[in-house]
């Protein structure tokens, strides 16, 4: 899930890559997440069921995109667990396409894929560093407009 950004037709957003029960990878977008009733708000690693159009909305051509039908959310069971150094986690993963960045700009260019898994060899270096607390003006601007309708 990314970090959510304003939206001046759904008030906050956000885009999700799940995979499927046929080991497919699926973006979900447009997802108000934080706005959806509590009993459709997925975790992690959690199965849902849920309509979806045939593609991304508007211009979104990538592969993995589908336009959600949010009303249709329905939670199936727990996410799965992380015990066991994630292994009901891991019978899924394992079981996806792995890439290396070459691969998947290359399936890019092809055939409009562009979620995938990559298995670094070496890690050289991590940098973590904070984001700003406060939303960009436009956005605060964004998100105003909905304070004034509570």
Not at 133 to 139: D, I, L, V
């Amino acid at each position: 899930m990314t970090y959510p950004h304003p939206s001046e037709s759904h008030q906050e957003l956000v885009c999700t890559a799940g995979i499927t029960e046929e080991r497919e990878w699926v973006r979900l977008y447009p997802i108000n997440y934080r706005y959806r009733p509590s009993n459709q708000q997925f975790r992690k690693y959690q199965w849902i069921e849920i309509g979806l159009a045939d593609q991304g909305a508007g211009n979104d051509n990538r592969r993995e995109s589908r336009n959600p039908d949010l009303e249709s959310i329905k939670l199936l069971g727990e996410p799965l667990s992380s015990k066991d150094n994630w292994s009901s986690r891991r019978k899924i993963i394992d079981q996806m396409p792995h890439n290396t960045r070459l691969e998947l700009e290359a399936l890019y260019e092809s055939q409009r894929v562009s979620l995938g898994i990559v298995q670094p060899t070496e890690v050289l270096d991590l940098k973590v560093e904070p984001v700003e607390r406060e939303w960009k003006p436009q956005w605060q601007a964004t998100l105003n407009q909905f304070n004034w309708l509570c």
